[in-house]
């Protein structure tokens, strides 16, 4: 409980701090494939100058693990992190690709909380919460003063998931620019 608290706050401070710049906000939703079935993404992006931000985003999946057996599962996780330009267009500056990573914290229901399948066949994986780390790759372009088309594609670490360690994410969506 102590490293959550000491995460948040890390994450606070870093969010008041860049508030005293005047570079942009921008919210986006992103929606695709999640390892064995879809994920949708919302986030928040902090711009701390021209070149990187903070993200904070909120990620789902819905899916079913494919193997002897079906076992449906959800995954709903918070992530804090940070990206940095890597590629912009010289001239009119219309697309950018970005690379980050940060943090992991969230919950995985396997089986609606259930150890009995449909068939009778028990399971041993149960539902928890999750921790780990992802790195990301952002494609954004722009569409207009204050939107843009955004691809992205993330892969997931939880340390202590009973679905799986590595989680794959790619999506299609839309960022808008608050201010």
Do not use: W
């Amino acid at each position: 409980m102590k490293n959550y608290t000491l995460y948040l706050l890390l994450l606070t401070g870093l969010f008041t701090y860049s508030q005293g710049n005047r570079y942009a906000s921008s919210i986006g939703i992103s929606g695709g494939y999640a390892e064995d079935g879809i994920g949708f993404m919302a986030t928040y992006n902090h711009h701390t100058n021209r070149n990187q931000y903070a993200q904070l985003s909120i990620f789902g999946a819905i899916a079913e693990d494919q193997g002897e057996y079906n076992i449906p599962y959800r995954l709903f996780t918070v992530q804090p992190g940070y990206f940095l330009k890597v590629l912009e267009q010289r001239t009119f500056k219309r697309y950018g690709l970005y690379v980050g990573g940060g943090g992991v914290f969230g919950y995985e229901v396997i089986n609606n909380g259930s150890t009995v399948l449909d068939n009778g066949a028990l399971i041993d994986a149960k539902s928890q919460f999750l921790y780990g780390l992802y790195v990301g790759i952002e494609g954004e372009y722009t569409l207009g003063d204050s939107i843009s088309l955004l691809l992205k594609a993330n892969e997931y670490y939880h340390i202590n998931s009973d679905v799986g360690s590595l989680y794959p994410y790619v999506g299609i969506g839309i960022r808008y620019f608050l201010f």
